[in-house]
Every structure is written in structure tokens, then in C-alpha cells.
């Protein structure tokens, strides 16, 4: 294309505020009826058989939905199924030497398996489980990579009806011991390290640290990921991933029968208080809803290859490169590696070596792709995609119309999809073949999905106005619980908004947001405690803990401030204990022990030392102003402080 036509491109795409789905895309779409909103509203619950259809049960539910003790809601009770057999066993016949998982390693390396392979593998592992001693309903922890073997872990777990909890591989030591002790998890299945940008990088210490801070007794699985380039001597509890397979080779184990309400996983997620959340899903509802979504929304079909570039270790890679694509018998693309290794093309290197049809990313992502330059797309064929999507915080037009027109060539409906670890999969988002595509607005709540956008007192916003999302219905994928916490359950999610006494229950996902005249709502952000970094959840007061933790510091508080590339960055204000001094050595401190504490993803992108912190009358340190500070906004109104000038000496520093 010359220049100025480019150019002139360039301007009518700024501009154009709304897009149609693309017409090839239409015809095709698994749902193209836009009767859909009302035949869901009209026959609601009932309309979510249409979820459940699309799995195959043991045994046929009694009800849709139960509320008889509210907000503790059942989904399809008395269903019986397993969610392995949904993803592997009933896909057998048809598709059994069709790809179910495509794996690329960081090196180039690849590993293939089909449905076929998939289900001896996972017998044989599951077997595995069981001869070292796991049973129904022990939660057996994972902490791994991009490798295979874990969703292999987690589908064999299924299939035992040993719910999984999976800790993120960049999460630290300690993060892994308090998941396991919080959820009496004496099940550990790690390796011994991964690559990252060509290095191998050793996991197996940060796995033993955190199992020496386990009190109780555990068993450990290693997967060999790194060959001979990293020995470590197990102990006797910790058991070789290959030699246990190859024991039961040719293992085969019938899936144990659940019940919809049985427990699937458990997911730990960060929140307003330190203590990580143990957000549970369970078997029925959960499986039906990410199986609805990724057929609704992703458009997924069996023959697709379809790619989301999400870490397993957090709920999109469960939801939909684990369970939604393999329930639905697709092939599921999974990358172990960065995007710029060993260049920065390397994601469409990947979309056009397996002609990818659908790619689900993150906006941070797309920042970055955007940055590197239109270049490296368009040294590559991406005519297999046929669908965009994007998940994990707010994207904001220019990026969208950017991942529109490079990647999707203007060809590509794009999904911008609004949902948490909580409610288990896509809850606010547009259909793709259905209605126009808004940038920056992820778009209507789905089908069946009644969320609105409120005012303090849950009154309505008026379009335009900026308020809290809300959702006043059940949903099948919907949290459960908190493990083992029912209380903090009702607390965080239900007593904002909902009205005990006249029955009326609201969840409150803690998401701020506005809507306009056709509907359509635009997240804004988190309103609670919560820092967004690249898509990934971390809690203000777990990285103020672990930065009091640091020698020398007295007390500490974490907000968010804007970041071109991460959406949000980690800024940390700190008052010292006296006789310590500031500089960079503390700095370098606290940095380390935020990172050993939580993980690199929450390493501070400032230190800023303090005599004071602002704080209310009341003694509660004012984050609103920090972060105005952190983002050289101009400072409202400071006059409920109790210490009004340390504001303006904070911001000096900076
Ligand atoms: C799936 C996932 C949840 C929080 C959520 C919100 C933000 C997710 C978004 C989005 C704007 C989108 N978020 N999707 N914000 N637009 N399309 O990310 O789960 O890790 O639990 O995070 O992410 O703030 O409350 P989780």
C-alpha cells in the first residue's frame, strides 16, 4: 500500500468509533442469531441447559439451579459427570487422532498430542496419583510452566476427582507454602526448572523452599524439563514424572463419577485483605460454562487450531486453554516461552506455522506488539485467524484498532472479554457475529448474564456516568465459595450491594465501570486494593507485607500508578525505622524482598522514602492521593488529611 492511502487509513480508523462484524466471519459463527439475548432472558435459568448440552453426563441433572440458600447456589444438581472424560474419553472415536494440544518450547522444540496420546497419558499419570496415595477429593497442588504435563496434571487430577490447585510458576516460595498449607494440600507436582529466553532456569529450589516451610507431610512429583543441563537429588518423597508413568504404561483408569457440584479446582487469587483467596469452582457448572463460552464467544469448532497465549498458572489458561477448547474436542495451542524470543515475531511465526484460527491475548501484550512496530506481523501469513480476543484489564482504542487492522487484517471480529478468577469465565463481552464491536468497551453482558453499572446506593448510573459493576443474577460458572471461608465469601463478593432481608442478592465483582445508550460498559479499573500489572492480580496488602518484612522499614504502602507497557506499576512509599538510611541499598532491599516474597511480577517500579504517609483523620493511609502522586496528577482535595503538607513533600521527591 502507498503512503498517503496508508496514511489516510490510518486517520478513518482513528476515528471510527464502532465496527461491524465482518461479514465472511458471520456466516460462519456458531451464534449468529441475535434472538439469543431474549431467549435467554425469557427462559432464564432454564436457558443454560444450553451450557450443559454441551457435555456429555453420567447421569442427568434434577434442577438447572437451585437458590434455596442463597448466596450458596447449586447448578444442575444431582448431574453426574467428569470433567476428563468430558475433555479426552467422549472424543475419541471421532476425533481420536486429531491434535488436542499443539506445544511449542521456547528452544523451537515441539510435542504433538492427540486426543489418543492425551488420554493414555493422563490414565497413566492418574494412575500414577492413585498408587502414590492420592483419593477422591485431595487437592493436589501444581507448580509448573508451559510444559504438557500440567494440564496432563490437571486432567489426570479430574479424572480422580482430586481437585487441583495451581500456583503460578513466577510466584515465589512462599506463595507456594501458603497456598499448600492453606489448602492442607500434601500433593506437589513441580519440575526442575524451564527456559526463559534460551536460559534454562531452575525451579526445583524455589519448589523446595517452599516446601521446607510446609508443616505438614508431602509428596512431590518432578517432571524432568531441563535434562542433564540441571541435576537435582530428589528425597525420598519426591518422585521422578517419568519413571512414575512409565510404571503404568498402558494404564487405564475409569474416570471416577462427580457430581455437578463436586469441586473441580481451586484457584488463589489476590484481594483487599493479605491472605490469598482460595476461590472454588466446581465440576458442572464450571465445565458448562467455560464449554458455552469458548463455543459462543470464541467461536471454537473441533477442526480449529486455536491459540490463547495465557500462563495456565492464572484462571484464563484454565478456562480457556485447558478446559473450555479440549471439552469442546479442538486443538489447543500452548507456548512456553516470551514473545520476543528469539525475536520479537515470534507469536506469528506461531499463528502461521499452525494457521491459527483464534488468538486470546492480553492488552499488555498488544502494547508491546504495538510498540515493536507493525514489521514483525507482517513478515508472517496470519490469513488462518478468524477471530481476536483480549482479556485480563482494559485495552484502550488505539491498541485495539491496532491489533484490529495489523493482526486481524480487518478481517477479525474482536472479543474484548470482562471476567475475574471468580467468575470463571466470560461474563461481559460482545458476540462476534453479533451487533458492532466498540473499542475500549468490552460491550453487553452476555446472554443470560444480568450485570449492570451502579451508583453507591445501587441505583443505575445514567450513561456516561462512572459507577460499579454488579451482577444480580446467578451464573453457572460463578465461584462457589472461598475455601473453607464462607464467611469472607459473603463478606467480599455479597454484602456491598445485596438486601438480606428482601432476598435480593448482588455480586459485587469490585470493578468500577460505565455504560452508554445501547449498553455497552467499559471497565475501568479495579476499586479496591488491587494493582493490575500486566492482567495480573496482586494485592496491595500482600506486597506491603513483604515490604515491612525488609530489615529496616517501619511501615510501607503499595498503590498502582499508570504504565505505558504494564497497565499498572507496583510504586511503593516507605517510611524507615531510625538509624536506617535511605538510598540505594535499602531500595535494592525491599525490591529483593517483594520479589522473594511474591514474585518478580510485583517488583516495585519505585521506592520512595518518606518521613510521612498521608493519612484520614481516622489513621487510614490515603491511596488515592499516593497514586495521583505516583502519576503526577494534580492532588484533589487534601484537606480531611491529618498531615495536609506531606503530600506536597512526597510529591517533590518524585
Ligand atoms: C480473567 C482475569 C480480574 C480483573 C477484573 C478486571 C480485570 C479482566 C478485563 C478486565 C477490563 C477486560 N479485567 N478482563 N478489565 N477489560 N476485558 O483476568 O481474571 O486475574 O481474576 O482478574 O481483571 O479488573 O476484575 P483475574
Same mark, same amino acid.
Given at each position: 500500500?502507498?503512503e ?5 487509513l ?9 465496527f461491524?462484524?465482518p ?10 442469531d ?14 443454560w ?12 441433572y ?5 437458590d ?11 448431574g ?10 467422549r ?17 523451537g522444540?515441539t510435542?504433538?498430542?492427540t486426543?489418543?496420546?492425551?488420554h493414555?497419558?493422563v490414565?497413566?499419570?492418574a494412575?500414577?496419583?492413585?498408587e502414590l ?6 487437592? #493436589?497442588?501444581?507448580y509448573m510452566?508451559?510444559?504438557p ?8 487430577c479430574? /479424572? ?9 510458576a ?13 489448602a492442607d ?10 527456559y ?14 517452599g ?9 512431590t512429583?518432578?517432571?524432568d524439563r ?6 537435582h537429588?530428589?528425597t525420598?518423597?519426591q ?5 512414575l508413568?512409565a510404571?503404568q ?6 474416570p ?19 491472605q ?37 498458572? *492464572? ?11 479440549l ?12 514473545p ?12 502461521e506455522?499452525y494457521g491459527?484460527?483464534q488468538?486470546y491475548?492480553?492488552p499488555?501484550?498488544?502494547?508491546a506488539?504495538m510498540?515493536w512496530?507493525s /514489521? ?9 485467524? /478468524? ?5 485480563g ?16 487484517g480487518?478481517?477479525c471480529?474482536i ?11 466470560m461474563?461481559?463481552t460482545?458476540?462476534?457475529?453479533i451487533?458492532?464491536?466498540?473499542p475500549g468497551s468490552?460491550?453487553p453482558?452476555?446472554?443470560g448474564?444480568?450485570?449492570?453499572v ?7 448510573v445514567?450513561p ?10 446467578? *451464573?453457572?460458572?460463578?465461584? /462457589?465459595?472461598?475455601?473453607r ?19 435480593? *442478592? ?10 452508554d445508550e ?7 479499573g ?8 500486566s ?23 503499595a ?5 505505558e ?8 512509599? #516507605?517510611?524507615?525505622?531510625d ?10 532491599a ?6 522473594e516474597?511474591i514474585g ?7 521506592v ?30 487534601t ?7 506531606v503530600?506536597?513533600?512526597?510529591a517533590?521527591?518524585?
Open positions: 500500500m502507498s498517503p492511502e496508508d496514511t489516510k490510518e486517520a478513518r480508523l482513528a476515528e471510527q468509533e464502532s461491524e462484524p461479514e465472511s466471519f458471520v456466516e460462519e459463527a456458531n451464534v449468529s441475535p434472538d439469543i439475548y431474549d431467549e435467554f432472558e425469557e427462559n432464564w435459568p432454564e436457558c441447559e444450553r451450557a450443559a448440552e454441551l457435555l456429555t453426563w453420567e447421569e442427568e434434577d434442577e438447572v439451579l437451585v434455596d440458600d442463597e448466596p450458596f447456589y447449586e447448578w444442575f444438581t444431582n453426574k459427570l467428569n470433567a476428563s472424560a468430558n475433555c479426552l474419553d472424543h475419541l472415536d471421532d476425533r481420536g487422532d486429531e491434535l488436542a494440544i499443539q506445544w511449542e518450547g521456547e528452544l522444540e510435542r504433538e498430542y486426543y489418543e496420546e492425551l493414555r497419558e490414565n497413566e499419570f494412575a500414577a496419583l492413585s496415595g492420592v483419593e477422591e477429593d485431595d487437592i #493436589v497442588t501444581m510452566p508451559m510444559i504435563e500440567l494440564p496432563i496434571a490437571m486432567l489426570a479430574a /479424572r480422580i476427582g482430586a481437585p487441583h490447585s495451581v500456583v503460578f513466577g510466584f515465589s516460595a512462599d506463595a507456594l507454602a501458603t497456598r499448600m498449607k492453606s494440600s500434601e500433593y506437589l507436582v513441580t519440575c526442575d526448572g524451564y526463559r529466553r534460551g536460559d534454562g532456569l531452575d525451579h526445583m529450589t524455589k519448589a523446595n523452599e516446601l521446607a516451610d510446609v508443616t505438614h507431610d508431602t509428596t512429583v518432578v517432571v531441563l535434562g542433564d543441563e540441571l541435576e537429588e530428589l525420598e518423597n518422585h521422578d514424572y517419568d519413571d508413568v510404571d504404561a498402558g494404564a487405564s483408569l475409569e471416577v463419577v462427580r457430581d455437578a457440584e463436586d469441586m473441580l479446582f481451586l484457584m488463589y487469587t489476590s484481594g483487599t485483605t493479605g490469598p483467596k482460595g476461590v472454588k469452582h466446581t465440576t458442572g457448572g464450571y465445565l458448562s460454562y467455560v464449554s458455552w463460552t469458548s463455543h459462543a464467544v470464541l467461536d471454537v469448532k473441533p477442526a480449529d487450531t486455536y491459540w490463547c497465549s495465557a500462563d495456565i498458572g *492464572w484462571i484464563t489458561g484454565h478456562s480457556y486453554i485447558v478446559y473450555g477448547p471439552a469442546l474436542g479442538t486443538t489447543t495451542v500452548m507456548y512456553e516461552g516470551t520476543d524470543y528469539p525475536d520479537k515475531d515470534r507469536m506469528w511465526e506461531i499463528v506455522n491459527v484460527d488468538l491475548t492480553a499488555t501484550a498488544i502494547r506488539f510498540k512496530g /514489521r514483525y506481523p507482517e513478515q508472517h501469513d496470519l490469513s488462518s485467524l /478468524r477471530l481476536l480476543g483480549t482479556v484489564e482494559p485495552i484502550n482504542p488505539k491498541a485495539w484498532k491496532w491489533y484490529y487492522k495489523h493482526i486481524g480487518e478481517e471480529p472479543v474484548d472479554t470482562w471476567w475475574q478468577t471468580e467468575t470463571g469465565g461474563m461481559i460482545t458476540l462476534p457475529a451487533g458492532e464491536m466498540k468490552a460491550g453482558p452476555l446472554p448474564i444480568s450485570a449492570n451502579v451508583d453507591e446506593a445501587g441505583e443505575e445514567a456516561g456516568e462512572a459507577g460499579y459493576v454488579t451482577v444480580d443474577r446467578p *451464573w453457572p460458572g460463578m465461584l /462457589r465459595t472461598l475455601y471461608n464462607d464467611e469472607r465469601f459473603v463478606s467480599e463478593y455479597w454484602e456491598a450491594y445485596s438486601d438480606s432481608d428482601a432476598d435480593e *442478592w448482588v455480586y459485587f465483582p469490585e470493578d468500577g465501570a460505565k455504560i445501547d449498553g455497552y460498559i467499559t471497565i475501568l479495579r476499586v479496591d486494593d488491587v494493582i493490575n500489572v492482567g495480573h492480580r496482586l494485592g496491595t496488602m500482600e506486597i506491603e507485607s513483604a515490604v515491612v518484612g525488609v530489615e529496616g522499614v517501619a511501615e510501607a504502602a498503590v498502582g500508578g499508570d504504565h507497557m504494564k497497565g499498572e506499576a507496583v510504586y511503593v512509599y #516507605v517510611i524507615l525505622e538509624g536506617y538510611e535511605e538510598g540505594a541499598e535499602m531500595e535494592a525491599i525490591v529483593e524482598g517483594v520479589e516474597s518478580p511480577i510485583a517488583r516495585p517500579e519505585e520512595i522514602f518518606t518521613p510521612e504517609l498521608p493519612k484520614t483523620r481516622s489513621g487510614k493511609i490515603m491511596r488515592r492521593l499516593l497514586e495521583d502522586i505516583a502519576n503526577g496528577d494534580e492532588l484533589g482535595n484537606s480531611t488529611l491529618r498531615n495536609p503538607d503530600v506536597k513533600d512526597i517533590k521527591k518524585l
